[in-house]
């Protein structure tokens, strides 16, 4: 069951780069970076994924970041993912996240499945939501 929104963000992809064209599947490495909330604090997030197209043109993707709070409280995440292109040239992506961190204010993320909506732009523009899966 959908639980609790912890969390936003906005921002941009930073880069992009072809890995690999092996067997007409396309590997795309995307990197983006963004401010939003995570359990009601202000964090900067960057990650970077990994998508791997597939013969019905929906994209599979795997990544890795770190959120940072202003204090400097660091909550690492990994992730994996499906995307679809959507009308504007960008990609919808629905998923699952998993978090882990030392800080006291995130413990709650630990050992918890949290599922996202992130969404991209053909311009670049990426903004997103995560929920707690309970």
């Known amino acids: 069951m959908l ?39 202000t964090v900067k997030d960057m990650g970077t994924y990994e998508a791997v197209s597939q013969s019905d043109g929906t994209l599979f993707a795997e990544g ?3 959120s940072m709070t ?12 499906v995307g ?3 009308e ?3 990609v919808n ?10 800080a006291a204010a995130f413990a709650r993320l630990n050992g918890i499945c949290t599922v996202f909506e992130f969404n991209t732009e053909e311009s ?7 929920y707690e899966w309970k």
């Open 64 to 66: 890795q970041g770190i």
């Open 88 to 90: 504007s040239g960008g």
């Open 3 to 41: 639980g609790d929104e912890l969390g936003t963000v906005s921002g941009e992809m930073t880069g992009m780069r072809v890995l690999s064209t092996d067997g007409g599947h396309a590997v795309t490495e995307v990197s983006f970076s963004g401010t939003g909330t995570l359990l009601g604090t």
């Open 70 to 81: 202003r204090a400097g409280e660091t909550i690492t995440w990994h992730g994996v993912g």
């Open 93 to 102: 992506w629905r998923g699952a996240l998993f978090y882990e961190t030392a």
């Open 84 to 86: 679809s292109f959507n």
């Open 124 to 130: 670049g523009k990426v903004s997103g939501s995560l």
